[in-house]
């Protein structure tokens, strides 16, 4: 089985004008509307989806908050898809829609679903070189300009869950996931095996199961900024600006959604082959390289440590550091 990333994210909102809104000033497409559901449609084929809270269309709310209803995750072929139908029938509840779609539940409770994925090549012009000191790439032409933020793909989702190691447990060894990495005592990142992006699930310990955000990419950094700025003119805030995470590299700016959680423009991820083996990073080291606004509570350290990993895949109280506290403050969940 070859998972591809998130082919579908659908939301139950109460505001569907305010939410439609918000994707369409954050540079969505809208593929289909109506009084009952919008559905953007990004370059690579995915998909948000927004219906109102009591459409009976929707799984049940696994959410104590708003927030995302259904994770639908693409698959290479329909082998595929039968293949992760039959084994998640082993153990629990799997409802097959007239489309094809498998709907299940992993074991933190998020719905969680299945569909055959023709993801599409982006069709993305490459962006000239950056210039720097060492070596001069761009001669006699300007870079890039970009009039507003356009988001191709859906890099990750990011949920907190009570039982981290069983939740991991079930992505890697039922669903073929990888760990790419470990925050100390915190939260594992792992990539869909059909992906070589740094991560496209992060879970995190937290006392109760929760939604963090769902971060989207864009071409480079300009158009980061330039979508940032766009987003801010129009009224959507964020709380903590722009920022680069040192673990996976990824530039980002979280902007609060009225969907529920935040959504993220992310760019300049990492990218991992299979010979990657997951890092150790302790938190306040691995957490951000830098921050425009970091909260009081906000800890960044300039030294610390990303240890190579070296056999079997530890449990994460396993990773912590004796006689060191690891918590990553406030914002540690947005990776």
Known sequence: MTLLGVESLVYGIDDLDTCTRFYEDFGLEVAE?????TRFELAEGSSVILRRRDDPALPRAFLGEPG?????????????????????KRDRTVHLDADGTVHSSDDSGICIGFRVFPRKPLGVIAAQD??????????????????RASPK????????????????EFYTRRLGF?????MRGFGMFMRCDGRNDHHNLFLFRAPK????????????????MVGANDMQRRGWKSDVGLGRHRISSLMFYYIGSPAGGQSEYSADSDYLTDDWQPRLWDA???????????????????????????????????????????????????R
């Open 153 to 168: 793909q859906i890099n990750h989702v990011v949920f907190g869950v009570p039982n981290i190691d069983a939740a991991v």
């Open 33 to 37: 509307r109506d009084s009952a559901m």
């Open 130 to 147: 950056e210039n720097n000191l060492a070596r001069v790439a761009r001669w006699n032409r300007h870079r890039k300009w970009y009039e």
């Open 68 to 88: 995302p209803r259904e994770i639908i995750w693409g698959v290479d072929s329909q082998a595929s898809l039968e293949s992760v139908a039959s084994d998640l």
């Open 284 to 334: 306040s080291f691995g957490h951000y390289q830098w921050l425009a606004l970091p909260p009081p509570e906000v800890r960044m350290s300039r030294q610390g440590t990303a240890d190579v990993l070296a056999g079997p895949l530890p449990k994460l109280d396993e990773t912590v550091r004796a006689a060191e506290s690891n918590a990553p403050g406030g914002s540690g969940e947005r």
């Open 209 to 224: 199961l929760l939604f963090s955000h769902v971060s989207f990419a864009v071409e480079t950094i300009d158009e980061l």
């Open 178 to 182: 990888r760990v790419t990495d470990i």
